[in-house]
T-cell receptor, first 113, second 115 residues
Framework: GESVGLHLPTLSVQEGDNSIINCAYS??????FIWYKQESGKGPQFIID?????DKRQGQRVTVLLNKTVKHLSLQIAATQPGDSAVYFC????????????FGRGTSLIVHP | NAGVTQTPKFQVLKTGQSMTLQCAQD?????MYWYRQDPGMGLRLIYY???????DKGEVPNGYNVSRLNKREFSLRLESAAPSQTSVYFC??????????????FGDGTRLSIL
């Protein structure tokens, strides 16, 4: 079956830099995408979502970009802080009534002070 | 507002022992889910309950059973624990299935070791 994947397993940045975490998906029928943050010892925490009828969505310090042409999703974190250090997961949900998302393996973001 | 609460947080079992993991949510969500998370594997769905009174198998249901006790509670049972079931187990809930897309909300997990 088709699945969600991530380009980079680990991303190291300096405090204050902008971070970009990428995610590739292969199912063109996916209509809903979610980004989660998972800190050590905690469960995944919802960050932001985007529906397939949108290209961009902004939250507080985070922006998700969706490129349906190349089936690519990215999470941009502005002015990265040490508290942003975590594993970030993308998830996709296929349209047509399915409500079970498929999760990628995750990217570890390390922010150096 | 507690969200999704899982108990216990940690447990060590011997092979062959049984165990029930508890999950409760206070967000009035219709759907609930059980996942396991293993290193390098991401989240894998064990069972889910679209609504009170229904349960369905996910990707890795073998060795597990579930009970949707009421709208708030969804338990996961290991009848005869095996070392391969050593993992971190996450419960999640979401508003409702179908076309109204909503994200899942997760508990903080149960860390289970089978010796």
């Amino acid at each position: 079956g088709e699945s969600v994947g991530l380009h980079l397993p680990t991303l190291s940045v300096q405090e204050g830099d902008n971070s970009i975490i990428n995610c590739a998906y292969s199912n063109s029928a996916s209509d809903y995408f979610i980004w989660y943050k998972q800190e050590s010892g905690k469960g995944p925490q919802f960050i932001i979502d985007i529906r397939s009828n949108m290209d961009k969505r902004q939250g507080q310090r985070v922006t998700v970009l969706l490129n349906k042409t190349v089936k690519h999703l990215s999470l941009q974190i502005a002015a990265t802080q040490p508290g942003d250090s975590a594993v970030y997961f993308c998830a996709e949900k296929v349209g047509g009534g399915s409500y079970i998302p498929t999760f990628g393996r995750g990217t570890s973001l390390i922010v150096h002070p | 507002n507690a969200g999704v609460t899982q108990t216990p947080k940690f447990q060590v079992l011997k092979t062959g022992q049984s165990m029930t993991l508890q999950c409760a949510q206070d967000m009035n969500h219709n759907s609930m889910y059980w996942y396991r998370q293993d290193p390098g594997m991401g989240l894998r769905l064990i069972y889910y309950s679209a609504s009170e009174g229904t349960t369905d198998k996910g990707e890795v249901p073998n060795g597990y059973n579930v009970s949707r006790l009421n709208k708030r509670e969804f338990s996961l049972r290991l009848e005869s624990a095996a070392p391969s079931q050593t993992s971190v187990y996450f419960c999640a809930s979401s508003q409702k299935p179908g076309t109204d897309n909503q994200p899942q909300h997760f508990g903080d997990g149960t860390r289970l070791s089978i010796l």
